[in-house]
């Protein structure tokens, strides 16, 4: 039978059947000729998207059920750490033609998640102790929503829409209300009297404001009607109607607080980017993040053979020999090393750097689960925290 969307299923990927034909060939080759060796394969990524600095890495769970089983050995960065542009994230030892066929999946699975983990983190840092939401499932397609929405969890979003993906992150999927709610019933405060009426009591209660009126006076309007049960409310307006929308909103926070609904929050969503969110940080609650999440640009790892039973060999342009990361836990600088060198581990910074490389599959066997992604997440912004952003490297 057919597949009814464009996917491939687990069965598939576990298959290795989602792989670049030229591995097929070269196990094809491999095989015929008797030639079996022992390689270790390192993943990094020369540079980052839109000019990074550091990343955020995401991916490693679903490659250790993908390589579970498979007789190799597997150690990386713990999956949320920062990285920089050259450090190793992940390294697989074993016979190649044990692992050859996942290696396009390896870098899938890595490669955009890491890209969307890193954006979250940057518009995570950008918003400060405002909430993030994440609102972008709909612009991808549908089977890697809770891909990507948990890859902007751990990345930093305070909660995600899709229902899916909140499930399988143990959470709450987050929401307000659409503008087709709206303009089925034919006006805001009824359309939203309905919606209290029969959605559960714990959603919080956030109209939208801008479907046919002005956005001030929508905003009184649905405060009037339902004072302390509203929670916030939302603005979406199209780019083509928003003119100035800083001073909008500024505008919609003077009446409600005139009027005595300063604990109303304003939720602003629709074409939000790094720079926006910076901007605006200052008269915003809330911010609604789409396109611009699960859109990020992938991270442009490769996977590379550094080692040939035993010996150190790589093709021009990378660095023979497995290697280790060191990390200085206070300012997070970091160092690449030769595996079993000691190096000095001192940070100009006055910390000591420590190894962060830490194993996740020997001999096919699972050394430690993934953690939850509530402690990723943890981790990813006890880390950011240590990081700035310069305003050069906001790009829209």
């Not at 160092?335 to 020997?362: E, W």
């Not at 943890?378 to 700035?388: D, H, N």
Request: charged content about 25%; some cysteine; proline content about 5%.
């Amino acid at each position: 039978m057919s597949n009814r969307f464009h996917t491939a299923s687990d069965e598939e990927i576990l298959q290795g059947k989602v792989t670049d034909v030229y591995f097929q060939r070269t196990l094809q080759v491999l095989k015929q000729k008797g030639i079996r060796r022992r390689v270790v394969m390192e993943v990094a990524a020369k540079s980052l998207p839109r000019n990074y600095p550091w990343g955020v890495l995401a991916g490693v769970e679903e490659i250790v059920h993908l390589l579970e089983g498979v007789p190799v050995t597997v150690r990386g960065l713990p999956e949320g750490s920062v990285f920089y542009p050259g450090e190793p994230v992940l390294e697989v030892e074993g016979y190649y033609d044990d692992f050859a066929v996942y290696e396009t999946s390896i870098l899938g699975f890595l490669c955009q998640a890491t890209g969307i983990a890193t954006a979250a983190a940057r518009i995570r840092l950008a918003a400060g102790e405002k909430l993030v939401f994440s609102f972008g499932a709909r612009r991808m397609h549908p089977a890697i929503a809770p891909m990507i929405e948990r890859a902007c969890y751990i990345g930093g979003c305070d909660g995600v829409a899709a229902v899916k993906s909140a499930e399988l992150l143990g959470t709450s999927p987050v929401g307000t209300i659409p503008h087709a709610l709206i303009l089925v019933v034919g006006d805001t405060v009824k359309a939203f009297r309905l919606f209290d009426e029969v959605v559960e009591k714990d959603a919080p209660r956030i109209p939208l404001i801008d479907t046919f009126n002005d956005e001030k006076f929508e905003a009184l309007r649905v405060a009037e009607a339902f004072g302390e049960r509203l929670f916030g409310i939302r603005l979406d307006t199209p780019s083509s109607r928003r003119g100035n929308i800083r001073a909008i909103i500024e505008e919609v926070r003077w009446e409600l607080m005139l009027r005595g609904y300063s604990s109303v929050k304003i939720v602003l969503s629709g074409g939000l980017d790094e720079k926006s969110v910076k901007e605006l940080v200052d008269v915003v609650d809330a911010f609604g993040v789409g396109t611009y999440l699960s859109n990020s640009p992938v991270v442009d790892f490769s996977m590379d053979i550094v080692e040939i039973e035993g010996r150190p060999l790589a093709k021009k342009g990378k660095k023979s020999g497995r290697k280790e990361v060191l990390r200085c836990p206070q300012c997070l600088s970091g160092k690449v090393i030769l595996a079993n060198s000691s190096p000095d581990s001192s940070c100009t910074c006055g910390g000591v750097m420590k190894k962060i490389v830490i194993p996740f599959i020997k001999n096919g066997k699972i050394v430690d689960s993934v953690p939850s992604p509530d402690k990723i997440r943890a981790y990813v912004l006890q880390q950011i925290t240590k990081l700035q952003i310069d305003e050069e490297e906001v790009k829209e």
